[in-house]
């Protein structure tokens, strides 16, 4: 069910470890990741500098986006976690004053939203 989970847009946990070795020429020097979600071939990490959310492109994807979102441009964040019809949990995250969220994350598990809520909580406010 894992690939399948994957390819209906929901994102399960990875080891920061890994995240760090698929990483390490995007890292800048001491930046470490805290918390790291893979979504087929897609990632979404938390660093203890920025958010990071990694988008192979193409069918052999070899062309991939790196964005970058530091956390002092997130001005807000809302976390809708998963219901009895509903089973995935959802992150949108607004850049300065957008009236709109720059950012959609889905996640198929309610545990994994509030990780991420903990992260971007600490990471926001510090």
């Known amino acids: 069910m894992g690939v399948l989970s994957g390819l209906m847009g929901n994102a399960t946990q990875i080891k920061p470890e890994k995240a760090e070795a698929d990483l390490k020429d995007v890292l800048a020097v001491g930046e470490q990741v805290d918390l790291a979600f893979k979504l087929v071939r897609d990632m979404i990490v938390f660093t203890d500098f920025r958010l990071i959310i990694v988008d192979k492109q193409g069918i052999t994807a070899k062309k991939t986006e790196y964005k970058s979102i530091p956390y002092k441009s997130i001005s807000r964040f809302s976390v809708e976690t998963s219901g009895h019809f509903d089973l995935d949990a959802e992150l949108k995250i607004w850049l300065s004053s957008a009236e709109l969220p720059a950012e959609t994350l889905q996640f198929k598990k309610d545990k994994n939203i509030?990780?991420?809520?903990?992260?971007?909580?600490?990471?926001?406010?510090?």
């Open 114 to 126: 509030i990780a991420v809520q903990k992260a971007l909580a600490t990471a926001v406010s510090s």
